[in-house]
């Protein structure tokens, strides 16, 4: 027995110190197809890297160009932020959001970079909102934009804050098939998915922190309650959840790695 009991207790250590120091720094990218017959012909291989919740603090600075490479390394036509780039209860300084301003600034795309607001960063919104426009991000709050690419029949990209006018946003003069959504919280999908949405992409959830194998992530926090983990589909309409870069309280990740999305177009 208490051979066993030391055994357990080793285990439990080594766990802890993976999750700790090992799991946390484990920069992943996870790529998915967008298959949709609604696609324009011209969007075909087109791809999107979608980073999330970096809930940035100046002790994790040094993870920054790590991130900046990851990115640029997959050469995205689009980059889409899902919001929480700040993280409640810090104490930011005026070098801090200047780093921010540097780091998404030398985020390249081919085409347009986009973001949308998280619950934390309508803490610092002001902010927020400059360093997303000295970063040459397109902030879509509670609006949306044609997207044309080597033809006329563009794309629908639209960005909720919350869900109170999808179906205002989803007008256009312009004719359109194909529709984009991006929201922090994966929640609202349960609304979303009722609407003409193809696809969408949020974050918030950080995967539940610890992943159990076979069931998910384990810790759930409001507006990821019902949808947690990386894909769901509903009334044909498809979500992705990233699991984001950064950590809600606890420096900690299990079987869980920080990552970035990649999706790629095909018809």
Do not use: W
Request: aromatic share 12%; proline share 3%; net charge positive.
């Amino acid at each position: 027995m208490k051979k066993f009991l030391i055994t357990l207790i080793i285990i439990i250590i080594c766990i802890f110190l993976y999750g700790r120091y090992i799991e946390i720094n484990n920069l992943k990218v996870n790529y998915y197809n967008l298959p949709s017959n609604n696609i324009p012909t011209s969007f075909k291989d087109l791809k999107i890297v979608q980073f999330s919740d970096l809930l940035y603090e100046p002790s994790n600075e040094k993870n920054l160009n790590k991130l900046v490479k990851k990115i640029n390394n997959e050469n995205a036509d689009i980059i889409i932020f899902s919001g929480d780039l700040l993280k409640n209860g810090v104490k930011y300084q005026d070098k801090d959001y200047n780093k921010l301003k540097d780091t998404l600034k030398k985020m390249n795309a081919n085409l347009y970079k986009y973001a949308v607001i998280g619950e934390n960063d309508q803490k610092y919104l002001e902010e927020y909102k400059d360093i997303l426009y000295e970063g040459n991000f397109n902030l879509l709050d509670n609006n949306s934009t044609l997207l044309f690419y080597k033809d006329e029949i563009p794309i629908k990209i639209i960005g909720l804050t919350d869900t109170s006018n999808i179906e205002n946003l989803l007008e256009s003069e312009l004719e359109y098939k194909y529709t984009l959504a991006i929201t922090h919280k994966p929640d609202n999908f349960e609304k979303i998915s009722n609407y003409n949405i193809d696809a969408t992409l949020s974050g918030h959830s950080l995967g539940g922190i610890i992943n159990i194998p076979l069931y998910g992530g384990l810790i759930k926090k409001e507006g990821a309650q019902k949808y947690i983990n990386n894909h769901y589909k509903l009334n044909k309409s498809e979500l992705f959840i990233s699991n984001g870069l950064g950590y809600h309280k606890f420096n900690f990740r299990l079987f869980n790695s920080p990552s970035i999305n990649v999706y790629k177009f095909t018809n």
